[in-house]
């Protein structure tokens, strides 16, 4: 069975920051292009940032600056370091790849 588990999420004040981890429990997931997405309430779900099997990365415009995303394949793990939160960061982040998702895991940016 394969499965995405985000974790890392919290509540932290405008200005802040989090890392958000992604563990993956196939090493197959290293080949794979891997993605984080976020959807707030009353909203779309937003593509957030991804990172290719080389690492290459792209960012959406309103976290360009802001958000890093990396992977350790030793570990199967992506993860998003998000600086500078705002208030509009608040979402549920979704870790994917493939097709296949995590559960996801809230944020919270207090103003």
């Known amino acids: 069975q394969v499965t995405l588990v985000e974790s890392g999420g919290g509540l932290v004040q405008a200005g802040g920051s989090l890392r958000l981890s992604c563990l993956a429990n196939r090493k197959i997931f290293n080949e794979f292009t891997m993605a984080w997405h976020r959807q707030a309430p009353g909203k779309e779900r937003e593509l957030v940032a991804t990172?290719?099997?080389?690492?290459?990365?792209n960012y959406a415009d309103s976290v360009k600056g802001r958000f890093t995303v990396s992977r350790d394949k030793a570990k199967n793990t992506v993860y998003l370091q998000m600086n500078s939160l705002k208030p509009g960061d608040t979402a549920v982040y979704y870790c994917?790849?493939?097709?296949?998702w995590g559960q996801g895991t809230q944020v919270t940016v207090s103003s």
């Open positions: 990172i290719t099997s080389g690492s290459s990365t």
């Open positions: 994917e790849g493939q097709g296949y």
